[in-house]
């Protein structure tokens, strides 16, 4: 059975930093894409990051760009997103989730097929 | 950036056909994934590729894409398909997954 397990939110200041990891399971994690979705309180999901099976690529939305960082340890089964400069509107419960599809020549076709249960990141002071 | 658009809320009495649209320039070249999120809980994907359904999602949930707007229908609805629907999409052009607004399906 597939489980997405995240840990690591909670209650940080305005520019301060948080680490928020996913232990993965039921699975070969390591021949999986990854990505981070959140979901602000009372809002719609925005997807955050991806990061390659080997950790070479990774993308970010425009908003988190220069201030998160995902990163996986494929010999852990464990995918991680570093938050710094955190800001009140980054706040939200924080999903981890496993990407299918593929790629043509021309585009790819990406979605989500398993969702951890989130974990909630407040920013407030 | 690429946006997709759904109405805010549908409203259905059960046992009718609940049909929920995602609005995008020329959605019909991109493939459409649509999650299920019930309150308090992770989303769950319900169609993916347009209209293809994972297992053990019912046979009433089906889905259409063409054109300008893709369509998650629901057949013989029950009240526990009311829930939060989320469209979405990965824009090649930038690298981003790209959700529709959600919609909420109220079931009467």
């Known amino acids: 059975e597939v489980q997405l397990v995240e840990s690591g939110g909670g209650l940080v200041q305005p520019g301060g930093s948080l680490r928020l990891s996913c232990a993965a399971s039921g699975f070969t994690f390591s021949s999986y894409w990854m990505s981070w979705v959140r979901q602000a309180p009372g809002k719609g999901l925005e997807w955050v990051a991806n990061i390659k099976q080997d950790g070479s690529e990774k993308y970010y939305v425009d908003s988190v760009k220069g201030r998160f960082t995902i990163s996986r340890d494929n010999a852990k089964n464990s995918l991680y997103l570093q938050m710094n400069s955190l800001r009140a509107e980054d706040t939200a419960v924080y999903y981890c989730a496993r990407v299918r599809g593929y790629c043509s020549s021309t585009s790819c076709r990406y979605y989500f097929d398993y969702w951890g249960q989130g974990t909630l990141v407040t920013v407030s002071s | 950036s690429y946006v997709l658009t759904q109405p805010p809320s549908v409203s259905v009495a059960p046992g009718k056909t609940a049909r929920i649209t995602c609005g995008g320039n020329?959605?019909?070249?991109?493939?459409v994934h649509w999650y299920q999120q019930k309150p308090g809980q992770a989303p769950v994907l319900v169609i993916y590729y347009d209209s293809d359904r994972p297992s053990g999602i019912p046979e009433r949930f089906s889905g259409s894409n063409s054109g300008n707007t893709a369509t998650l229908t629901i057949s013989r609805v029950e009240a526990g398909d009311e829930a939060d629907y989320y469209c979405q999409v990965w824009d090649s052009s930038s690298d981003h997954a790209v959700f529709g607004g959600g919609t909420q399906l109220t079931v009467l």
């Open positions: 020329n959605i019909g070249s991109k493939s």
